[in-house]
C-alpha cells in the first residue's frame, strides 16, 4: 500500500468531517431506559466537493483519483476547513512528546514557549507521527504552558499508540492518513467540459 500526495490543485468548495465512535446502545421497550456500550473504536471520515474544473485543469485530480486505486492506496489530508484556517492556539515553541510509554486520551508535551498562553485551543487538532504513521487527534481543551514549557494536552480519543520520547508534535496543519470509501475514483463533466469531483473518505487504521 502506498501514501499517494495529494495534489496542490485540490481547492475545496464544501466540506463534510466527522468523528466516528463505535457505541451500541440498547432501549427497553417499556421504560425506555437505555444501556449504552463504548467499545472504544473511533475513525475521521469525510467529503470533499472540489471547486469546478476545466478538463485540463482536473487531470492532477482524475491521476491522483485513480492512483488510490479504490481503498488500496492512502494519502494524508485532515479537517479541510482548519487546513485552510490553521490552530486557534498559539502552538509557539517546538512541541515534543515529553515522556515514552503515555496512553489514554491525553498527552504530556514540552517544548512550548514557557509561561504562554493558550498553546492549544478545544477544537484544534494535533498530529503525532509523520508519513504512513501519521495520526490525528481532536483537542478537547483550552491549555497554557508553565514555565517549563510543558502542557498536558486533552484528546478525544485515547492514543493509537504510545509516542516515543521527545517525538515531534504537529499542531499546524495536523494531518492522519485516510483512504477512499469506496473503489470507485469518479467525476462528471457538462457539455462544456466543466469536471466536477465530490470524494468520501473514510481513516486508514
Known sequence: MSLVTVPSSLKVTRSSFRMRSSVAMSESF?????????????????????????????????AFLMALRGKTNRFLYGDPDYLVHGARGTASGTPLVNGAAQTGNTIDIDGFTPSDTGVVRAGDYLQLGSGASAELYGILEDADANGSGEATITLNRNLLSSPADNAAVVI??????????????????????????????????
Open 30 to 62: 417499556a421504560t425506555f431506559q437505555q444501556q449504552v456500550y463504548d467499545w472504544g473504536g473511533t475513525r475521521w471520515e469525510g467529503e470533499v466537493t472540489l471547486k469546478p474544473y476545466t478538463y485540463d485543469d482536473s487531470a492532477d485530480m482524475r
Open 172 to 205: 499546524n496543519n495536523a494531518q492522519g492518513v485516510f483512504r477512499l470509501s469506496e473503489n470507485i475514483a469518479e467525476w462528471s463533466a457538462n457539455q462544456s467540459s466543466v469536471t466536477e469531483i465530490t470524494i468520501s473518505f473514510v481513516e486508514a487504521l
